[in-house]
């Protein structure tokens, strides 16, 4: 498309057959006079064979498809009527699209493509002017004005049995590519979104995280419309695997880039969590003492706490294995049969390594404070907050 643009010294533009701005380079066009409702004017051009040129809009309009099946068209802005070598130069376009989409078996729709583009920009801050970024997402069918605007994020699971490990890599699914994962759950949510008629730009985000903006009608019941679209995720990708966090809702698109941050926070938080009987989505009130650690994983004063409650454990030549130790008595709430169960431990080798963590702690792990405090600082740690060198 850019290099249409370019060879042509024109906008170039590339719609679905619902008149859907897939993507487009303006050239030395004004992006939103171009795209001015285009879907009505688009509708108006009609055109026989493949490629034709329609006088009353200035445009030279091909077909794009394979094997008969015809998906978007691929439009020249001409305004007066195009020589040979455009005609040439649109066809090849919409050729190597066409091929394109047939060699990437795997790969996302051009629907899609353009959805991650749009997330990627708004997440990025790509569009200097929000107005921009509404244009885009109006260009792609999904409206922006007076309407609810939620950011959701599905996240895929980190692997049972390590919910504190952090950097802990998704669990495998056996013969499927994390990537094609992803994609098959950005899937999920657009088809949900359309079988509950949510207008949504729907996109991947990485390898491990699918994203997506909802609008809502502002007097939508947002928690009836996301367990709908959840649910329906959830038959289709399986309950455990993934995590779906939810954004605070906002009436401006220039607010949207604080709710998909806000949605990736509490997806990778609720990620950690066991995954049967879990709720169907997350918002940040849902993760309680967690969620709010996270918020302040990167805080000076956090770090610190972390620092004097842990440190001289982490600095102990056996610091691993002791501080799995107090993890699990924390965990089972200051039970030291449970925790000893737990552990896989004789109950006399696990009560003297826990008289060791009282020891080099300076702490009596009786004390429901001291186990407050300590069970803090160890859930600030699992979420990442370091602690500095010089104590390792």
Not at 168 to 173: E, Q, S
Not at 194 to 210: F, H, I, S, W, Y
Not at 238 to 267: K, P
Request: aromatic share 4%; charged share 20%; proline share 6%.
């Amino acid at each position: 498309m850019r290099q249409a643009a370019t060879l042509a010294g024109r906008p170039v533009i590339l719609a679905d057959l619902s008149h859907r701005v897939l993507a487009f380079e303006p050239a030395s066009a004004d992006p939103t006079r171009l795209l001015a409702g285009f879907a009505g004017r688009s509708r108006a051009v009609s055109v026989r064979g493949r490629t034709a040129y329609d006088q009353a809009s200035g445009w030279l309009v091909t077909s794009v498809g394979a094997r008969g099946e015809d998906w978007g068209r691929v439009i020249l802005v001409c305004g007066d009527p195009p020589t040979a070598t455009d005609t040439v130069l649109i066809e090849r376009t919409a050729t190597t699209l066409a091929l394109g989409r047939l060699l990437t078996r795997h790969a996302e729709s051009v629907e899609r493509q353009a959805h991650r583009t749009l997330i990627s920009g708004i997440i990025a801050q790509a569009h200097a002017d929000p107005a921009e970024a509404a244009m885009r997402a109006r260009a792609l069918g999904v409206p922006v004005d007076d309407r609810q605007l939620i950011a959701v994020v599905l996240r895929l699971r980190k692997p049972p049995g390590k919910p504190g490990s952090p950097g802990g890599k998704p669990a495998d699914i056996p013969g499927i590519s994390a990537h094609a994962r992803v994609l098959e759950a950005a899937d999920a949510v657009a088809a949900a979104c359309r079988n509950e008629q949510v207008p949504a730009l729907v996109g991947t985000l990485d390898d491990v995280q699918a994203g997506a903006m909802l609008s809502l009608s502002p007097r939508a019941d947002s928690g009836q419309v996301l367990t709908a679209i959840a649910t329906r995720v959830s038959e289709r990708l399986g309950a455990g695997h993934w995590v779906l966090g939810v954004g605070a809702a906002t009436g401006s698109i220039r607010e949207v880039r604080r709710s998909f941050l806000e949605a990736g926070q509490v997806a990778e938080v609720a990620a950690d969590r066991p995954g049967p009987g879990q709720p169907l989505f997350y918002r940040l009130p849902d993760l309680h003492l967690r969620g709010l650690l996270h918020l302040l994983r990167d805080d000076p004063r956090l770090q610190t706490f972390v620092e004097r409650e842990l440190g001289a454990l982490l600095a102990n030549p056996r610091g691993p294995e002791l501080i799995t130790v107090l993890d699990t008595y924390l965990s089972a709430g200051g039970n030291k049969a449970e925790a000893a169960k737990n552990s896989h431990l004789a109950r006399p080798t696990f009560y003297d390594r826990l008289h060791r963590i009282e020891r080099i702690l300076g702490v009596s792990l009786d004390s429901a404070e001291s186990r407050a405090s300590l069970h803090v600082a160890m859930l600030a740690h699992r979420d990442g907050s370091p602690v500095t060198a010089q104590s390792r």
